[in-house]
């Protein structure tokens, strides 16, 4: 009888160190990812069978708005930002980290107009759609800044990315920041570009970001979602036209309207990968002590950063497996 409660005692002792040992060592990475062209890697490696469920889930979301409340909140491991949002969250104390730059957006985010609106100036005194919580915000900041315009100049509305198209159709906005593949499908509505990011070249970033506590924790997971990312970039390199038809298939769009948005977007390859990491002058480095700067010049941060508080050299050598 004491055998047998021994026994029990000890059987009891081994599952709970299991649950013990299975919470501390969480084997799948999530992945808080918006609608965007730059991010079709992934789905690349996804469809290839190159990025484990088990291992790396995407969690995918309508927009940046709802990424960035997800990754604050700690629902999920990772993220894709910008640069400027990866920033304002390293301000507000959470610890994040920069794991992969996957691409510069060269044209790819626009301020766009209904047909009435001549410049980007002429949106004094008129309503402006904006996602104010990330990217957009920065965005249209520069665009009113080089139209010789500042916020107090418009009416700033907020508004989801998934609400775009609607409210710049229906008349509720004058004017939208937004972003591919909208861009193409409000200009070929009829909509005027006023301004977009190829007038302020490198400085819109794309990037994949983590926790810093999710480090340690999924390690593995990480080197498998670097991997897949750049076995994903070299697939879409190597036949953009195969590539840009799958997506469209996949998400039942216009296959030449995706094939537009992706002319204003430039896939980092492995070898530009590696170079923009090592290159103090012209790399990563240097567009973070830039975005530092004009965020902080723009009222968006209150102090400088510690910029090199976004880079682990664990992550670093992670993101080089390619």
């Known amino acids: 009888m004491v055998a047998s409660a021994f026994l029990l005692l000890a059987s009891l002792a081994v599952a709970g160190l299991m649950t013990s040992l299975g919470r501390s060592e969480p084997r799948t990475l999530r992945l808080a990812i918006g609608v965007w062209p730059g991010y079709e890697p992934l789905m690349i490696a996804r469809r290839d069978g190159r990025l484990e469920s088990s291992q790396v889930r995407l969690v995918e979301l309508a927009g940046i ?43 790819a985010n626009a301020l766009i107009g209904r047909p009435d609106v001549t410049s980007a100036r002429a949106l004094a005194g008129r309503r402006v759609g904006v996602e104010s919580v990330g990217m957009g915000a920065f965005f249209l900041a520069r665009a009113l800044d080089v139209a010789g315009l500042t916020a107090r100049d418009i009416h700033s509305v907020e508004l989801a990315a998934d609400k775009h198209e609607a409210a710049l159709r229906d008349g509720t906005v004058d004017a939208v920041v937004t972003y591919e593949p909208i861009v193409s499908k409000l200009i070929a509505d009829g909509a005027k570009k006023l301004f977009d990011s190829s007038e302020i070249p490198g400085e819109l970033v794309d990037v994949i970001v983590v926790h810093a506590k999710a480090i340690s924790q999924h390690r593995s997971s990480i080197e498998q979602l670097a991997e897949a990312w750049f076995y994903g970039v070299g697939t879409f390199r190597s036949d953009p036209a195969e590539s840009v038809r799958k997506m469209a298939y996949d998400r039942n769009q216009d296959a030449i309207t995706l094939r537009d948005a992706f002319q204003g977007i430039h896939l980092f390859s492995c070898s530009e990968h590696r170079e923009y990491f090592t290159n103090s002058a012209n790399g990563i480095h240097a567009a973070a002590e830039m975005m530092s700067a004009r965020l902080e010049a723009i009222g968006f941060l209150t102090h400088d950063l510690a910029v090199e508080r976004l880079f682990d050299p664990a992550l670093r050598a992670a993101a080089g497996q390619c």
């Open 65 to 107: 708005t709802q990424v960035i409340q997800e990754f604050e909140a700690g629902r999920v491991d990772a993220a894709t930002l910008t640069l400027d949002e990866a920033l304002m969250m390293l301000e507000k104390g959470i610890d994040v980290r920069l794991l992969i730059a996957t691409d510069v957006s060269a044209g």
